[in-house]
């Protein structure tokens, strides 16, 4: 209680005698002053030091003072502490006295002196000059305008032509600015609104005195993640009408990075050719982040790893399978989605700290990376963008993209080339020190090692970003139709369900990996592992996304005349947009991903019921990355798996229908 002015222990045992004030009552501005008021003065009175009460509501010391003593003045109409009312905003709980012996002018000044004899002014003023609907529907009215109209208020309230403010030359325009100027510090909140957006966010996100949050020495203990759309074309080839192919522009790919704080290190990173990255893609970076990286064969000449390994996993040891403490995600739909916050919670064990809203400065880390990577890499592009619509390096940006033929596995090479020469550049925040280096010195010389994930935690990494869903067994005799699940419009089936009976009504969970649905994994209600169910016909026999079934479906249901038992709308889908690629960004984006998910080893993978040391990496690199050798090797396999066919196969189709023969998906 050292150095206040009061006696705390007087002031609360008067404060439970102050009657409360309805602050549901008031405006929203001024319930916001009101709080403010009524915070500081109880936190003055439970003792805290004043340095904590103005950081805490931006009062300044001398202010606080004038509060308490207000709240302590009698009221003698009541003889009772005016209390928490006196804290009111525009409220004067003493009008001004001409003093009877002498007539002595009151020591404030001629302005003060109007004010306290009309105390409405004060309302009028504020009012106006802070927008308040009820005094006026100007915006950010001029002060040179308010001057006119508080003449005319003068006027109203009878005041003469020979009184103040009218004998001075001026009329009270200085007086009334400086006025105003000390109206906007005692009321910062309604001040600030005033001002435009960017200087509206910027001043709720930065402190007084003090930073908000401390940059952090030891890895992994805080990480940013967010994402940014590259300002680099790509293209994709498209069939025209007369059989040629032309190479048209597709949409713009994002970037989902995740940027260790402390060192400056990017950890992992995942690639998205969607409108705009979903929750799949949020868990892929982090998925990739956390798990050794595979090295990617890079087929442009001159692009190699650095020396430094390019990231950490290659170049620390104790970097592989390191876990993060903290992670700053912004308010993004990807970011806020329950299955991302979930799995970073539960299953990680890590924390999330979400900074104010459209405020990047809290993530200054991580867009600062953005605008490197931009300005000493994609920019540099023939296919770039620009920085803006007004860049001159944006023209001529889709012609050049289709002349030199970008495509998205250049996209790919690309930024896992400038991330790796990224994380061994030095920076000027690092003294001069390159991120690699900066951890390593801190993990292998200071001993801040990061936690390390056990077995178990490794299983969860590596099914990050798969998703779990509970569906319940269909089927009956009477319908003809053996045991199945249903997951997005298609039927699953394998042996072990096909010939279960018994679990016809039971409920399963099936853990479902977005990239490939074309099988998914079931257990059964106590978590028993009943293996791959297979989707029926074509959709069992492609890979494809979670997103292109959704996408699929919805084009079969808009045209309900070709949605039939026996029309493949995965097929239809695909001539869609292969139709509507030479009008369509959007179409051929989409064609190309459908294309990429065919050349995806995932199903394969999964088939062979393992998790290989590729699962690590982003699904956005995975199907990016198959060179034409491995592309042909699929479709290779996938031919020959089309001609085996087996006595058992034969057997399945003796003696059912042509029509249930299809529904099981017996038919390539």
Same mark, same amino acid.
């Given at each position: ?25 008031? &405006? %929203? ?41 207000? $709240? ?109 100027? &000390? ?7 309604? /001040? ?72 400056? /290190?990017?950890?992992?990173? *995942? ?20 798990? %050794? ?10 692009? $190699?790893? %650095? ?112 991330? /790796? ?100 994994? /079931? ?41 039939? %038992? ?17 009008? &369509?960004?959007?179409?051929?984006t989409k064609g190309e991903r459908i294309r990429r998910e065919q050349e995806s080893p995932a199903k394969q993978d999964a088939a062979d019921g393992g ?26 396999? &996938? ?6 066919? *087996? ?14 023969a299809y529904k099981r998906g017996l038919f390539k």
């Amino acid at each position: 209680m050292a150095g206040k002015k009061y006696n705390l222990s007087e002031l609360k045992a008067s404060r439970l005698e102050w009657k409360k004030v309805l602050e549901d009552a008031l &405006s %929203p501005e001024n319930r916001e002053i009101f709080a403010s008021r009524k915070k500081a003065v109880d936190m003055y009175i439970d003792g805290f030091d004043n340095n904590a009460i103005g950081q805490e509501t931006s009062i300044h010391e001398t202010r606080i003072y004038k509060l308490v003593a207000k $709240c302590c003045r009698t009221n003698p109409a009541t003889n009772e502490p005016y209390g928490y009312g006196a804290l009111l905003p525009y409220r004067h709980i003493e009008k001004y006295k001409r003093e009877a012996a002498g007539g002595r002018a009151a020591s404030a000044g001629m302005f003060e002196q109007l004010l306290q004899t009309h105390p409405s002014l004060s309302s009028f003023i504020a009012d106006n000059y802070f927008g308040k609907s009820e005094a006026t529907l100007e915006k950010n009215m001029a002060v040179t305008t308010l001057h006119k109209k508080f003449l005319d208020e003068c006027r109203k309230l009878g005041i003469q032509d020979y009184e103040y403010p009218f004998i001075t030359e001026t009329k009270g325009l200085r007086t009334l600015r400086r006025y105003i100027i &000390s109206l906007r510090s005692q009321n910062e909140s309604l /001040a600030i609104k005033r001002e435009g957006k960017d200087a509206r966010q910027k001043y709720r996100a930065t402190g007084k005195g003090h930073k908000n949050s401390t940059v952090p020495l030891a890895p992994y203990s805080l990480v940013q993640l967010d994402g940014h759309q590259i300002d680099m074309l790509y293209t994709v080839p498209v069939t025209n009408s007369d059989g040629s192919i032309s190479n048209l522009p597709a949409s713009r790919v994002w970037l989902i990075a995740v940027i260790d704080a402390a060192t400056r /290190a990017i950890l992992g990173y *995942s690639l998205s050719t969607e409108e705009n990255y979903s929750q799949t893609d949020v868990l892929a970076a982090i998925k990739d982040s956390i798990q %050794p990286r595979a090295r990617v064969e890079f087929t442009i000449p001159g692009f $190699c790893y %650095p020396a430094g390994g390019g990231f950490p996993c290659f170049a620390i040891e104790r970097a592989n399978w390191a876990i993060f403490d903290a992670i700053m995600l912004d308010n993004a739909k990807a970011h806020l989605a329950h299955d991302v916050m979930s799995k970073i919670t539960e299953k990680l064990k890590c924390a999330v700290n979400f900074g104010p809203v459209a405020t990047p400065e809290t993530r200054g880390i991580i867009e600062r990376f953005f605008g490197t990577l931009e300005e000493n890499g994609y920019h540099r592009i023939v296919s770039t963008t620009g920085s803006n619509a007004k860049d001159a390096r944006r023209a001529r940006a889709e012609k050049d993209a289709a002349n030199y033929g970008v495509t998205y596995n250049d996209i790919v090479e690309l930024t896992e080339y400038l991330i /790796a020469t990224y994380n061994n550049s030095t920076h000027t925040g690092l003294s001069g020190r390159t991120p690699i280096q900066v951890m390593k010195e801190r993990m292998e010389g200071a001993g801040m090692a990061p936690c390390i994930a056990d077995d178990k935690m490794k299983e969860t990494v590596a099914g990050l970003t798969r998703l779990i869903v509970e569906r319940t067994v269909r089927g009956t005799f009477s319908s003809g139709k053996r045991p199945y699940i249903s997951y997005e419009g298609v039927e699953y089936r394998n042996e072990a369900i096909s010939i279960s009976d018994h679990l016809v009504g039971t409920k399963l969970f099936l853990e479902v990996d977005p990239g490939d649905i074309s099988s998914v994994l /079931a257990y059964t209600e106590d978590g028993i592992e009943l293996g791959h169910l297979s989707a029926a016909g074509i959709w069992g026999r492609r890979s494809h996304s979670l997103k292109t079934r959704k996408e699929a479906l919805k084009f079969a249901n808009r045209n309900k005349t070709k949605n039939s %038992p026996f029309y493949a709308s995965l097929t239809g889908y695909e001539d869609e947009l292969r139709n509507r690629a030479a009008q &369509s960004k959007g179409a051929r984006t989409k064609g190309e991903r459908i294309r990429r998910e065919q050349e995806s080893p995932a199903k394969q993978d999964a088939a062979d019921g393992g998790g290989g040391g590729k699962e690590g990496a982003p699904k956005a690199l995975d199907i990016g990355l198959p060179g034409k050798k491995s592309g042909m090797a699929a479709k290779q396999a &996938s031919e020959r798996e089309e001609c085996d066919i *087996s006595a058992d196969y034969i057997n399945e189709l003796d003696g059912i229908s042509f029509e249930e023969a299809y529904k099981r998906g017996l038919f390539k």
